[in-house]
């Protein structure tokens, strides 16, 4: 069981990326999937997660800028991040579990980085 993350890279400000996120495994392991992200000297982040069935959730700081989408048929998750800021700038995580806020699984981190 595992996730493998894709995507990233450096983009000047109010530029898009897309990450996406693929469950290897289990079903029951990826139940919800979503991710996080660490800033440089910051705690790690609940960006937003997605159950399966449900409706994505994104935290307040990017809801307005940021898609979550799950694809169910592959247990694959995108974030297409829009009007990217400075402040983005972070390693972002893919994670699953049975709680987005306890995720028992996480993927290598992928940096984004948001300079000009």
């Known amino acids: 069981v595992q996730l493998q993350a894709s995507g990233g890279g450096l983009v000047e400000p109010g530029g898009s990326l897309r990450l996406s996120c693929e469950g290897l495994?289990?079903?029951?392991?990826?139940?919800?999937m979503g991710w996080y992200r660490q800033a440089p000297g910051k705690l790690r982040e609940l960006v937003g997660g997605?159950?399966?069935?449900?409706?994505?959730e994104l935290e307040d700081s990017v809801k307005d800028r940021f898609i979550l989408s799950r694809d169910a048929t592959k247990n694959t998750i995108y974030l297409q991040m829009n009007g990217l800021k400075p402040e983005d700038t972070a390693v972002y995580y893919c994670?699953?579990?049975?709680?987005?806020?306890?995720?028992?699984?996480w993927g290598r981190g992928t940096q984004v980085t948001v300079s000009s």
């Open positions: 994670a699953s579990g049975l709680n987005i806020r306890s995720p028992g699984l």
């Open positions: 495994g289990s079903t029951f392991a990826h139940y919800v």
């Open positions: 997605i159950y399966k069935g449900g409706t994505p």
